[in-house]
C-alpha cells in the first residue's frame, strides 16, 4: 500500500497527497511536488477492480511512522529484487520499473 486516497470534494491532487501523507504517514512533506506519472493497474485488495494512481515525488520534513490506515513502513532499495516483500501490483508493475528507469540502473 502507499500513502494517499481521494481527493475530497474541490481538493487538487497536490491538497490530497499533502493531506493524505500527514494523516497516513504522521509525516510533515515540503509542500512542492514533482509529478512522477499516471499508471492503471488492479487494485490489491478487490479483485476485479482497478486503481488510477496520478503519484509524485515529495521530500519529507520529517520521519514517517504508520498512522491512519497504513500499519507498517517499509524503506527498500528498489534497486535490489523486491521477491522478498509483497507488494501492490502498482508498485510493482509500475511504480518500481519507473524507479530504475529513472535512475538509469
Known amino acids: 500500500m502507499l500513502p494517499g486516497g ?3 470534494a474541490g481538493e487538487r491532487d497536490s491538497e490530497c497527497l499533502l493531506r493524505e501523507v500527514r494523516e497516513e504517514l504522521g509525516a510533515t512533506p ?51 529484487s523486491v521477491g ?5 501490483p502498482l508498485v510493482l508493475n509500475f511504480i518500481v520499473p519507473q524507479l530504475r528507469q529513472s535512475a538509469s540502473i
Open 6 to 8: 481521494k481527493p475530497e
Open 30 to 80: 515540503r509542500d512542492e511536488l514533482e509529478p512522477f506519472g499516471t499508471f492503471e493497474a488492479d487494485a490489491a485488495n478487490e479483485p476485479g477492480r482497478k486503481v488510477l494512481a496520478r503519484l509524485y515525488r515529495l521530500c519529507l520534513l520529517s520521519e514517517p511512522r504508520p498512522s491512519g490506515e497504513i500499519e507498517e513502513v517499509v524503506w527498500y532499495d528498489f534497486r535490489k
Open 84 to 88: 522478498h516483500l509483497t507488494l501492490a
